[in-house]
């Protein structure tokens, strides 16, 4: 299939309007009971807040803001005001809206590249490694590996010069397997102007693209891996794919689409950190731990780098750190408006009891379907059911 055609497919939507009301509801109450979860796990860490305490306004009063439910724009309910932890690793609900606001970006990235008649490949590379393996260290020593592949007289740009070479974006991701231990690995997208020489593989993965400067690209990778200390790693394991690979790769960019069904299909080779979570959040304590050595050995790193004036090439704004890209949302769903319309105001003791509850997100679901008077019953009933608790209590 030709590019284009695949990208008409991925943007087409299916889904009625029904169904993505749907969706959003389990999405999100996926991602609160997610980070829920984070919390019990990670004391200490900023997703603890995330989402539940107030925002200060600035300035030396520092007042509580006013708290209120509000409807965007595409319908959905929100929590104005509310302070947000930004935290790509460790918090689902941020790492969500931060994940669908950069894969949005680099769709668009994507498509003007092609639109200037260019070529996007996508090269994954990946480092042997063993269940005893640390994932901090591992995840150090795979970076630099990567910075040595990527400077000096034999990098991916001097390699690449030849085909009009323009810049590259790494993601950095990792699972977990229980055979083989952590997994982190590079996916880099490569933006050239002219096509790479080199035949699309026969066998398996049609997508694949080997030749002389796949062959060119792994020695290179080969030296670095070794000069970091990690041993030589697989030729079968690390890959170089065309455009249409790489487009795919864009459109299941991120958590999101693992956030959004209400239980995640399991990786084939391992869980991802947010299925870590998820085992964690079903009781299983070892899934919990692994979590938190994750947050331990990812906590600061930077998920996506784009490449110094590639950005500007695509015609894309400066880049947001995580923090802003969380505030920024994506397209459409979770993009927040000072203009978009209050269904309700509460109080921090309303807040309180929503809290206590753990009905963060299904009150978010009544504001949709039944306004102001239906969060309030709901609120009444949190009440009703708190005051026979303390009764209960004190029995
Ligand atoms: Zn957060």
Redesign the pocket.
């Known amino acids: 299939m030709a590019i284009t055609a695949r990208l008409d497919k991925h943007t087409k939507t299916t889904s009625t309007p029904s169904e993505k009301v749907f969706i959003r509801h389990q999405s999100r109450e996926k991602a609160m009971k997610l980070q829920d979860t984070a919390r019990e796990w990670l004391p200490g860490e900023r997703?603890c807040w995330?989402?539940r305490r107030p925002a200060y306004d600035g300035g030396r009063k520092r007042a509580k803001r006013l708290l209120s439910v509000k409807r965007s724009q595409e319908g959905a309910a929100y929590y104005a005001n509310l302070e947000?932890?930004?935290?790509v690793w460790t918090?689902p609900?941020?790492s969500k809206r931060i994940g669908s606001h950069r894969r949005e970006q680099l769709w668009k990235g994507g498509r003007s590249w092609l639109d200037q008649g260019g070529h996007v490949y996508l090269l994954t590379l990946t480092v042997p490694h063993g269940r005893e393996d640390k994932p901090f260290a591992l995840t150090g020593q795979l970076l630099d590996a990567y910075n040595l592949l990527t400077s000096g007289r034999s990098s991916l740009k001097a390699e690449l010069k030849e085909w009009g070479y323009a810049g590259q974006v790494r993601a950095l991701e990792v699972t977990h397997g229980d055979a083989n231990g952590w997994h982190p690995h590079l996916h880099v997208l490569i933006f050239v102007k002219r096509k790479l020489p080199g035949t699309r593989s026969p066998v398996g993965n049609s997508h694949h693209v080997t030749g002389p400067v796949f062959d060119a690209v792994f020695e290179n990778w080969e030296q670095a891996c070794l000069r970091v200390g990690l041993d030589a790693p697989s030729k079968g394991a690390n890959t170089l794919q065309d455009g249409s690979a790489a487009f795919d790769y864009i459109a299941k960019w991120g958590p999101a689409d693992e956030l959004t069904r209400a239980h995640t299909k399991r990786a084939r080779r391992g869980r991802t950190p947010w299925q870590l979570l998820e085992d964690a959040y079903m009781g299983d304590l070892r899934a919990g731990k692994l979590f938190q050595e994750f947050v331990s050995a990812f906590k600061g790193r930077r998920q996506l780098f784009w490449t110094r004036g590639l950005r500007d090439l695509l015609g894309l704004p400066k880049d947001a750190d995580d923090q802003q890209a969380?505030e920024l949302g994506s397209d459409g769903e979770y993009v927040e408006r000072l203009q978009d319309a209050v269904i309700v105001t509460l109080t921090w003791e309303q807040w309180h009891l929503i809290l206590i509850h753990g009905e963060r997100a299904n009150i978010l679901h009544m504001a949709e379907l039944g306004g102001a008077d239906l969060v309030l019953d709901c609120i009444r009933i949190l009440r009703k059911r708190t005051i026979l608790r303390d009764l209960a209590k004190a029995i």
């Open positions: 997703v995330c989402g947000r932890c930004g935290s918090c609900v941020c969380a």
